[in-house]
């Protein structure tokens, strides 16, 4: 096989699929690599898991684990007829109801018109949309407009290695989070939490887990990210303590509950890991249990009624819509009776309380690779996709190859050549390099953030120095 380094952009291009059956190719890579399994959601259910449209490359945050290239502030924001090329090619190659991350760099930079029409259009195109955000700027009316123009879901990206003023830790950033579930309380939105998991923050996943299933009632997604070594963050060795297989352990600490991240695959469970677990009680008073723990059953579930569109946003109406696809299925109904009676055997008294109401979370393990040990594997069997101006490409290898493609030039449909670099002179040496070192002196302090920027500093420190000497 040719080395990952001597592709051309567009040799990493997965093909794109007959528009009859948009997961063939990721089908093939699936059976290939032993992971066509009863459980597999990938291509049953969904052609993709998702694909990530980056809106900017700009950030009001300077993060120690941040996958942007060390040029990315020095970029322009790419034009709106691109993104809106992108999002078509989206939907020509996955199909109506595709997840489409509205991401960055932090999107909400992007003129406020340009991000009311990206989630317009993509709702226009039949997709769905995502706003991945710090959620600085996410005021509660930025989130109102949005949702009336389409936005499916909110996901806000908190924890300790954003660096935010005033927050020392995991729990003080609490504070954070309760503001932004109330922000997008009662919009009409599902809420996610994304995780950034490193050394400093690992032991408190099981504070962390406790918290998004008491809060619940809006939150219906937490995701953990593992560190890894890609981008511009100055975080490089991750400890080998951080894993999957810890992970798991301290989401079940904090859910209370043991959960099957086993039941279904989303892709590679290398890369993703999923568990689902229902609640009864509000508050302090919350209690979990696996929803997941029949595994078998779940699968048979999902396979049979992989043609349901279930609606994201609305709980009631998504459990209502799976509901009436098991009931017009006379066997599988007859499971389901048998599987929903072991479940409640499981929760006990916790059953009576569920009378009264019950709610449901999701947790998500995502452990992307390091930008240098890229797993021709893992990247076949992709589902977490990057919309490039070539084509749809896994996200672990767009982030190596992040500056091969965004400092590339696009042609619009005028005839016009958009450059990303705009009017800032590069230097010869810069061209084709995330050196930070390079980096550091090439561009003004303002356009650095992660290592080239320590090490501007320290370059504007020793000079200093030596001036005073």
């Known amino acids: ?53 980056e809106i900017t490359q700009r950030c009001n945050l300077d993060c120690t684990l941040c996958y942007l290239s060390e040029h990315s502030e020095a970029v322009g924001d790419i034009p709106l007829e691109e993104l809106f090329r992108r999002i078509d090619m989206i939907g020509e190659w996955y199909g109506p109801n595709t997840d489409v991350q509205i991401s960055g760099g932090e999107p909400t930079l992007r003129a406020q018109d340009d991000l009311f029409a990206i989630v317009e259009y993509i709702k226009q195109k039949g997709l769905r949309s995502s706003l991945f955000t710090n959620g600085i700027r996410a005021t509660r009316a930025l989130l109102q407009a949005l949702a009336e123009r389409g936005l499916t879901d909110v996901a806000f990206h908190v924890d300790i290695t954003q660096e935010r003023r005033g927050y020392d830790d995991e729990a003080s950033l609490n504070a954070i989070r309760r503001e932004y579930i109330e922000r997008a309380r009662g919009l009409g939105i599902s809420v996610i939490f994304n995780t950034s998991i490193c050394d400093e923050n690992m032991s408190d996943v099981p504070m962390l887990a406790r918290f998004f299933t008491k809060n619940n009632d809006v939150v219906r997604f ?19 303590e951080i894993n999957q297989p810890n992970i798991v352990k301290l989401i079940e600490e904090g859910a209370g509950t043991t959960l099957n991240f086993d039941a279904l695959y989303g892709g590679n469970p290398k890369c993703n890991r999923y568990a689902t677990a229902i ?61 929903l009676a072991r479940l409640l055997w499981r929760m006990k008294f916790d059953a009576f309380r ?116």
């Open 279 to 339: 609640t009864v009680g509000r508050g302090e008073s919350t209690r979990a249990h696996d929803l997941l723990h029949d595994g078998e059953f779940i699968a048979r579930v999902m396979r049979e009624t992989a043609d349901v569109t279930i609606e994201r946003g609305n709980p009631i109406k998504a459990v209502a819509s799976v509901v009436r696809a098991i009931l017009a299925r006379p066997a599988l109904t007859l499971a389901g009776v048998h599987a």
């Open 354 to 469: 569920a009378l009264r109401g019950v709610n449901k979370i999701s947790f998500f393990i995502h452990n992307f690779m390091d930008a240098s040990a890229l797993e021709q594997e893992r990247l076949d069997t992709c589902v977490f996709m990057a919309a490039t101006q070539h084509g749809p490409m896994p996200m672990c290898e767009y982030n190596a190859i992040r500056d091969q493609l965004m400092l590339q030039t696009i042609t619009l449909s005028n005839g016009d050549v958009w450059n990303p670099r705009g009017s800032r002179a590069l230097k010869a040496t810069d061209s084709a390099t995330s050196e930070p070192a390079i980096v550091a002196r090439v561009y003004p302090i303002k356009f650095l953030k992660g290592r080239s920027r320590q090490i501007a500093a320290n370059l504007r420190r020793h000079a200093n120095e030596n001036k005073t000497a």
């Open 1 to 53: 096989m040719q080395a990952l380094s001597a592709l051309e952009p567009t040799q990493r291009i997965r093909p794109r699929d007959a528009s009859n059956d948009r997961g063939a190719s990721l089908r093939e890579s699936l059976k290939q690599h032993g992971l066509w399994l009863p459980n597999q959601t990938a291509t049953r259910r969904w052609p993709i898991g998702c694909v990530s449209l």
């Open 222 to 240: 937490a995701s953990f990210q593992l560190q890894a070594a890609t981008g511009r963050g100055v975080l490089r060795e991750c400890a080998s």
